[in-house]
């Protein structure tokens, strides 16, 4: 095996132990907030390391324009379904009234 070869492999098996930590953490983290957290920074760092690791593999620069493009892709549609299930569960949360403070004196 080249250094390439072995490049790729250390890469690609890296970026899968962040995809498992972020499994576990969506299975085990106690609310909403806290599993979406784990879930979208591990696979997002999960995913750009493999990605990382497939660059030398690629043929030519069309190849790696479109891992780099599918990459950025997966980074804005997951910070975007992040925050809009993040706003759902915020938004279905009681609302705490604030009462104003009487003069008892």
Known sequence: MNFWGVFTAFF???GAFFFIAGTVGLLRFPDVYCRLHALTKAD???LGL???GLLPQTTDMYQMFKLLVIWMLVLFASATSCYLIARHE????PVEYELEPTDAD
């Open 44 to 46: 997002n760092l999960g």
């Open 50 to 52: 493999i990605v990382i």
């Open 90 to 93: 915020f938004r279905k949360r």
């Open 12 to 14: 690609c098996l890296f």
